[in-house]
Nanobody
Framework: HVQLQASGGGLVQPGGSLRLSCAAS????????MGWYRQAPGKKRELVAA???????KYADSVKARFTVSRDNAKNMVYLQMTSLKTEDTAVYYC???????????????????WGQGTLVTVSS
């Protein structure tokens, strides 16, 4: 069972930056994939960024070139560096992880099976 604890959310002005962190704990063999989802009010949850244990990355088109996902395999941590934030980035951000990656980056969302509690990111002036 994987437990995920996210932190780092808050209020930031448009154009600003914020860094989210997530720590994984519990009993698991290895976390093949880690990443971040978000859900804005009235919208479906969407995959923002994902990273494999080998360092391959995937981003939603809306955040490419602005967000960077990274991980520390030794510490079972995943991070999301967010820059040039826009009001439309406002959402609850959820950390996610999966122990078994099937190998298809285009279908990586299907391999996540654990989610943490959300952390609210509000982008507003």
């Amino acid at each position: 069972h994987v437990q995920l604890q996210a932190s780092g959310g808050g209020l930031v002005q448009p154009g600003g930056s914020l860094r989210l962190s997530c720590a994984a704990s519990g009993s698991f063999r290895r976390l093949d994939i880690m990443g971040w989802y978000r859900q804005a009010p009235g919208k479906k949850r969407e995959l923002v960024a994902a990273i494999t244990s080998g360092g391959a990355e995937k981003y939603a088109d809306s955040v490419k070139a602005r967000f960077t996902v990274s991980r520390d395999n030794a510490k079972n941590m995943v991070y999301l560096q967010m820059t040039s934030l826009k009001t439309e980035d406002t959402a609850v951000y959820y950390c996610a992880a999966g122990e078994d990656y099937a190998g298809s980056m285009s279908q990586i969302g299907a391999d996540f099976d654990s989610w943490g509690q959300g952390t609210l990111v509000t982008v507003s002036s």
